[in-house]
């Protein structure tokens, strides 16, 4: 496990790798593959997100849980699934509020890689997940690792939008310092929580206002 291909990020989290929970996280990790197991998404896409969006360009956090555990979904941004593979629910929900908010109409596809190429980091608290089975890697370690990202964003950047939608996401951005970034929180945009105030909450306008205010691109959500 390395970040040869996200340089910026190498430089603040390289030091995380010697770390025991990443050892035993490794050592998890190969045990998994040695008894044959499927892992997504693919060893070469678990730091997918952050080789698309360095550090220094991040201007969007969003948070996600893990990884889509059926074949072909997964590719290391939350939320985001490859092309030519059916939308799931969340996201469908996530262009509802995007249409409405923004008037933006929804992709007919579900890959959100253009966002992660303007400055939206799309992280996953848990990068890997075994097949068919979900939240199968929680506890083993990734969350550590992505808490320390989400502090290396919280103290090296100005000025960015963190969007926590559900309790989880709110839990894990609770260090967040809100003098320094925009924090906007709502449900998740599950099927099953999206009616309770995910649709409705604007935070895709409200986001942009804000990147303007501090002489920001504006994120372009069309896809």
Not at 38 to 58: A, C, K, R
Not at 171 to 185: N, P, Q, S, Y
Request: contains cysteine; proline residues 6%; glycine residues 6%.
């Amino acid at each position: 496990m390395i970040l040869d291909n996200a340089p910026s990020w190498q430089a603040k989290l390289a030091k995380e790798f010697d770390e025991p929970y990443m050892q035993a996280l490794k050592k998890f990790l190969r045990s998994e593959k040695d008894a044959q197991k499927i892992i997504y998404p693919h060893s070469t896409q678990w730091f997918h997100s952050l080789e698309t969006t360095p550090l220094n360009d991040v201007k969007i956090v969003i948070l996600g849980q893990d990884p889509y555990h059926q074949v072909g979904q997964a590719h290391g941004l939350c939320f985001s699934v490859l092309p030519k593979i059916k939308t799931p629910p969340s996201l469908m929900n996530i262009y509802k509020e995007l249409k409405s908010d923004l008037g933006i109409s929804p992709a007919n596809h579900g890959y959100l890689e253009n966002w992660a190429k303007q400055g939206v980091l799309l992280l996953n608290a848990v990068l890997t997940v075994e097949d068919s089975k979900a939240n199968a890697h929680q506890g083993k370690g990734w969350e550590l690792f992505t808490d320390k990202i989400i502090e290396t964003v919280n103290i090296e950047c100005k000025n960015v939008v963190f969007l926590l939608w559900g309790s989880y996401a709110q839990k894990k951005g609770a260090i967040i310092d809100t003098t320094r970034h925009f924090v906007l929180k709502a449900p998740h945009p599950s099927p099953l929580s999206a009616h309770r105030g995910f649709l409705g909450c604007q935070h895709f306008s409200q986001a942009n206002d804000y990147l303007k205010k501090y002489n920001k691109l504006p994120i372009d959500w069309q896809l």
